[in-house]
């Protein structure tokens, strides 16, 4: 079969060698799939994908010739073909397809270039709502479990502890819950039978997206699948209303149904999971005994505390009392002890509401994730976050808490002890009391496992994922070699080098320390001075630490909350520049339906834009929304926004912010984050509820800004009445204009004096000291005004103040006095408004800050402004999965920004610390946006879930890069919210409903399943809230002894919880607080998430499960969702990741610190002096399998593992000799 015609001789032969590629592409294609690698089979598939221009139009005409290849595969193969195969005249669509700007980058990464579906993502979030609807219980046995003990009791709590700080006006998310604010935290008993129930069906899900059989059969025309299994779906909720009718009609009835079998067969002995008649005979605190009557041995069992009821019980005589009438199930039989349930069996009618055994017609066939599927066993069940669940998984913890292990020393002491006869065993601490005997067994004892990466890949990434392809990590120096990379790599080390001096200098006092401080007391004859020495040592463990004199020196004790104005706001808003062009921008955004606005900070486009739009009448069809990229940002304008419009926050003006909506129906004007728009696009494609959509300050270029940028760029050619208008602080609007389709640009004059540009002529390779040089000079040299200095971070910040004070004062006190005020995000608020305030006359001010003070502030008063060129970045490393601060050159816009601060007040000058060269060849023209350099999974996510499947030809205004795509994809795939296609799973859905990253949203919904989403919710809000403990320099041994006590043998992890439920149990104190050194404003944030996380989960019928003390729940269900954050300890030193192998370390204020297990799972990793892991928690290394299966294998046990083979043994030499002395080659002759 020849190739296709050439357009000119010239090309012929470039035309051939891609139509040969092309071929040679599709049969390895073939031979990968069908294990067949024809060449004129591959010939013959390649004609016909180049007459077909959809993949239904191709997939008929395989199916005509007698191909019958599934779905997925004949997409590979059109995409493949259009987006090699030359362009023809006789298809244009071909060709069309083909000449695209991403065919080349589609025929290298076919997985992401599927075609959109829509129809897909819109099905999925109807089944959600079915099943959600199907999941709520019928309105008789809704009203018995609310009239059962303590329904909602444990969330009660969280409503009355919030006080007044949740209580804000118009705020309305708190709804109308009545009796099923927290519905049922006992819907485990009957929920989870429900969900069961539906198990089965998600091995249809698929067939009625995709119109296909999974099994190999001939593929079925999809719309007529899907229509027969909406008929099904139909039939289904017909017979579960039937199912329903019949429950109601047992529980109704007298010794219904389950009356009777809990009755019938009365045996010898008790059987495991089957439900019994029981009668209380003693009650503890920790659980009760129930004697069994239907069994004629009459034996007895225990039900532990966390067996009684699903919600979390302080005390077993809340439930229950002696001698009475219960139903029990049996869960667990270890020769005669028995451990029974309550919770599992309705206590009304003795129904077992968590059957074990299933049927084969009701066994699930398929994951609804891809992760495991095929018929389960006796006693496993499928849950929706398609792990399975075992009778271990959903029994009492049997065992005990992991103890420490015992050294060698200890263990041979005790051994001799048992053998003398001196200690009996029962009485030895270590003792197993279900051991039969023995000595309880220890960590570690178990054989080791070895576990390997599973380096299958899905079909949708044949070839492309990260064992395929080289994942280099993000590009952020324009010139790697410059002198502007040189100084950030060696100011990078000095930061280093400053923190282990710091260490070193903290840990050599402490260590001078007399190990005896009443010694001298004792002695009735001390040297000299060696009393008042003790005297002063005794609190030097309590402030290791006193806060530094400059510090006092500028902040003093006297709180500031920066300039009052004395004019009133109507004064105020008719001063801002942009009041004066009032009536030319509303007449330009009712000419343009895009609009690009160009302004200084301080000018008043974020809070004056909105009013003047709702006053010209905009309001009246539909809201006006504004974005903000920061959610401190969206509050405060929204509060301001609310006092010039004269309502009440939440009124006709609010704001949400994830985790906080104050809103309500009378909302008109709606302040918030990008990330919260994005999610209404989510729910409503077309934003119905908004007239105006202004995304403010978009110089930013957040991640979620930049995705909105394509949405709405799609959104306004379907709604000719939607406005958009896109402001911005920097000079870059032209970049805007015509990715907007060339709109139009409205600029508000600033008010600016000209500024005087100076460059060094050498290169600095220590951008720090000569900035504080130039501060000097300055201070010394120069007429009034104030300085602003430009610094990367918190760290580099403390350092210069204190050596700007340092050397201020060994100038002496002729020198006018230079007051040193820092800015960075940690500082709290009254500190950061000091540097509004005027320097006193005779005295200057230098404010050092970081990027915040470009555009985001504006301080009056400002002449000079000292620029070294650097900021700090995140940068995602998709290589090694992690997110990390990196120092880089700023853009070019940025150092004009910064150059403009110092014409605010009057003509200024910037000393910028580089050389003109370095600023023209080394600084990119823009900052790299946010979505080229951080993590994408969420953003994948969401697109997903919007039916957005071709990800390189979405119109992004900086497209990232496609191997931060596929590192997203492979993680949504392990995680699995993505099928062997590519396409959003059932589950994957759901996770893009709730507002967190990906592995939380999979670790909530695994918890779901395995009985613990009470716990998880805690420690998610936990940990949403960042540091939860403080520890104040002049008190830190009192605060690490105040936070020990909080500690957890499982872990960081549960640490959190434990912190949650004691403050919970102290009524949310705030004193509680204080005297042990919690954050109560975290916390508060903490009960504020866990709220709204609480909303959805009641919105999708969710349960709310406690499970007690059975922490192994709770830490499989975190290692559900952070699997790929596993790290095995090292023999050498500290740990070893599992997926990149990199050295780690637990970071010291961790709970297990001093323990070190064997295996972890972290949260996150943060560079200090070293790789610290930080939010660890104890693993067993054999879930890793078990529960990412897409992720991980066990090792071949007849085959040496990759780790084992990489492991060098090292050899015992002559500790006064060489290492390698004992080599013969090394030996002399």
């Known amino acids: 079969m020849a190739p296709p015609a050439a357009a000119g001789p010239g090309d012929d032969g470039l035309r051939k060698l891609e139509y040969l590629s092309l071929v040679s592409k599709v049969c390895s294609e073939l031979e990968t799939h069908i294990g067949v690698g024809d060449k004129v089979l591959a010939e013959f598939i390649t004609e016909l994908g180049r007459d077909s221009a959809t ?89 018995r479990d609310r009239r059962r003990d303590g329904r909602g009791r444990d969330r009660d709590y969280d409503r009355g502890g919030r006080g007044r700080d949740y209580d804000r006006g118009g705020r309305d998310h708190d709804r109308d819950r009545g009796g099923r604010d927290h519905r049922d935290q006992d819907r485990d008993r009957s929920g989870r039978d429900r969900d069961r129930g539906r198990d089965h069906e998600y091995a249809r899900d698929r067939d009625r997206d995709r119109g296909r059989d999974r099994d190999g059969d001939r593929y079925r025309d999809r719309d007529s699948g899907r229509d027969r299994d909406m008929e099904r779906d139909r039939e289904r909720d017909r017979g579960r209303s039937r199912r329903y009718e019949e429950e109601e009609e047992e529980d109704r009835g007298v010794g219904g149904r389950g009356r009777e ?87 009304d009618t003795g129904k077992d509401l968590l059957p074990m055994q299933r049927g084969a017609d009701d066994a699930p066939r398929a994951n609804p994730s891809g992760g495991v599927g095929g018929a389960m066993g006796s006693g496993k069940r499928l849950g929706l976050s398609g792990i399975v669940i075992t009778e271990e998984d959903e029994a009492a913890p049997t065992s005990r808490r992991p103890l420490k292990r015992m050294s060698s020393p200890e263990r041979w002491e005790a051994k001799q002890l048992i053998a003398s006869g001196v200690l009996d065993v029962r009485d030895y601490p270590m003792f197993d009391e279900d051991g039969d005997g023995m000595m309880y067994q220890e ?197 301001r926004v609310a006092e010039e419009f004269g309502c009440r926050l939440g009124e006709e003006v609010g704001y949400a912010i994830r985790f906080e909506d104050c809103t309500g129906p009378d909302t008109v004007i709606k302040y918030m984050t990008d990330g919260m728009l994005l999610r209404e696009i989510l729910v409503d494609e077309n934003l119905s509820q908004y007239s105006v959509i202004m995304l403010d300050e978009a110089h930013e270029r957040t991640i979620h800004t930049d995705v909105l940028f394509g949405l709405l760029k799609q959104l306004i050619k379907r709604r000719s009445d939607m406005r958009l208008i896109v402001t911005s ?88 006095e230079l007051i040193i005020l820092p800015v960075y995000s940690a500082l709290p608020s009254e500190m950061q408004s000091k540097i509004f305030d005027p320097a006193p006359p005779g005295k200057r001010k230098v404010v050092v800050a970081t990027n915040i003070a470009e555009a985001s502030l504006t301080i009056d008063g400002i002449y000079y402004v000292v620029d070294p060129g650097f900021a700090k970045i995140n ?94 994809m492979e993680q949504l795939y392990s995680l699995g919210a993505l099928d062997e296609e590519g396409l959003l799973t059932k589950l994957g859905r759901k996770m893009a409903e709730f507002p967190l990253d990906p592995p939380l949203s999979k670790m909530l919904l695994a918890s779901v399943d395995l009985g613990c989403s009470d716990e998880i919710l805690t420690i998610i809000a936990m940990i949403q809230t960042g540091n939860i403990f403080y520890r104040p320099r002049e008190k830190q041994a009192q605060a690490d002894q105040k936070r020990a006590k909080f500690f957890q043998p ?25 005297e042990n050194f919690v954050q109560s404003r975290s916390l508060r944030r903490a009960q504020d998430v866990r709220k709204q996380l609480l909303t959805i989960m009641d919105r999708y019928k969710l349960d709310v499960v406690s499970a007690g003390k059975n922490f192994t729940k709770i830490r499989k269900a975190i290692t559900a969702g952070f699997f790929f954050h596993a790290a095995r300890k090292d023999p050498q030193e500290g740990y070893r990741t599992l997926v990149e192998n990199q050295p780690v370390y637990i970071h010291p204020s961790s709970a297990l610190f001093q323990r070190q297990p064997d295996w972890v799972i972290y949260h996150e990793l943060v560079m200090t002096t070293k790789e610290y892991m930080r939010e ?28 084992k083979r990489q492991e060098r043994i090292e050899p015992l030499y002559d500790r006064y000799h060489e290492p390698n002395s004992w080599r013969l080659s090394k030996r002399r002759a």
């Open 1176 to 1203: 660890v928690t104890v693993i067993d290394p054999k879930w890793l399998v078990e529960l990412a299966p897409r992720f991980y294998k066990g090792a071949d046990p007849t085959k040496m593992s990759k780790r």
């Open 55 to 143: 993949v239904t139009e191709f997939d008929a005409r395989l199916k005509e010739k007698g191909a019958d290849f599934p779905d997925y595969f004949v997409r590979t193969l059109l995409t493949i073909i259009q987006a090699i195969l030359p362009p023809s005249s006789s298809n244009p669509s071909s060709a069309a397809v083909a000449a695209g700007p991403a065919g080349a980058e589609a025929s290298k990464f076919p997985g992401l270039a599927r075609p959109d579906d829509p129809d897909h993502a819109r099905n999925l979030r109807l089944e959600l709502e079915r099943d959600a609807d199907a999941a709520a219980p019928a309105p008789t046995r809704d009203d």
């Open 729 to 816: 602080a920097t000079l870059d609007a032209e970049k805007f204009s015509g990715y907007f389709f060339n709109c139009n640009i409205f600029t508000i004059p600033g008010r600016t004096f000209p500024v005087e540009i100076l460059y060094t002529k050498q290169p600095e390779s220590d951008y720090l000291d000569a900035a504080l040089i130039t501060v000097l000079q300055i201070h010394l040299t120069e007429p009034e005004g104030d300085i602003l200095l430009f610094l990367t971070g918190q760290e580099e910040i403390d350092h210069a103040c204190l050596c700007l004070y340092e050397r201020m004062k060994g100038l002496g006190k002729d020198v006018p």
């Open 443 to 639: 960590e570690g004892a178990e054989e080791e496992l070895e576990i390997e990466l599973n380096e299958d890949e899905p079909a949708f990434l044949q070839g492309q994922s990260r064992f395929s392809i080289d994942m280099s990590p993000v590009k952020i120096f324009k010139n790697p070699e410059g002198s502007l990379s040189r100084a950030a790599a060696l100011q990078t080390a000095l930061i280093k080098e400053r923190r282990e001096v710091r260490e070193q200098e903290q840990r050599a006092m402490l260590d001078s320390i007399p190990k005896d401080l009443n010694r001298p007391w004792e002695d009735p004859m001390p040297d000299t001075g060696e009393r008042h020495l003790a005297q002063e040592l005794r609190g030097v463990g309590l402030s290791a630490y006193d806060m530094p004199e400059w510090k006092k020196e500028a902040y003093g004790k006297a709180l500031t909350f920066g300039q009052r104005s004395k004019l009133s706001l109507q004064e105020q808003r008719q001063s801002l520049p942009i009041y004066k062009l009032k009536k030319e921008l509303i007449q330009a955004v009712h000419d343009n339906q895009v609009l690009v606005v160009i302004g200084e900070t301080g000018s008043g486009k974020t809070t004056q834009v909105t009013q003047y739009l709702a006053e010209a009448g905009y309001t009246t069809r539909g809201k006006i929304g504004c974005t903000q990229p920061r959610r401190v940002a969206a509050m405060s304008v929204a509060k």
């Open 1050 to 1074: 499982e872990g960081d992890h549960l640490t959190l919880l434990a912190v949650y439920e004691a403050w919970k149990a102290k009524n949310f104190s705030g004193p509680w607080c204080f």
């Open 261 to 347: 079998v809990a009755a019938s067969n009365p045996s010898g002995e008790p059987e495991l999971y089957q439900v019994y008649r029981g009668r209380v005979t003693r009650v503890m605190d920790t659980g009760c005994f129930v004697r069994l009557e239907d069994v004629r041995s009459g034996r007895e069992g225990l039900v532990h505390v966390s067996q009684m009821a699903s919600r979390r019980v302080a005390n077993a005589k809340e439930l229950v009392k002696r001698d009475q009438e219960v139903y029990v199930k049996v869960v667990s039989v270890k020769g005669q002890k028995l451990s029974l349930s309550m919770r599992d069996v309705d206590q």
């Open 875 to 968: 940068v995602y490393n998709s290589k090694q999965g992690l997110d990390s601060l990196v120092i880089t050159p700023i853009s070019q816009a940025s150092a004009k920004q910064r150059a403009g601060r110092a014409g605010r007040t009057g003509p200024g000058k910037c000393y910028r610390l580089y050389t003109e060269s370095a600023y023209r060849n080394e600084m990119p023209p823009t900052t790299i946006p946010e979505i080229q350099r951080i993590n994408l999974g969420s953003t994948v996510l969401n697109m997903k879930a919007m039916g957005i499947n071709d990800l390189l030809s979405f119109d992004f205004m900086d497209p990232p890069a496609p191997q931060a795509l596929i590192s997203a």
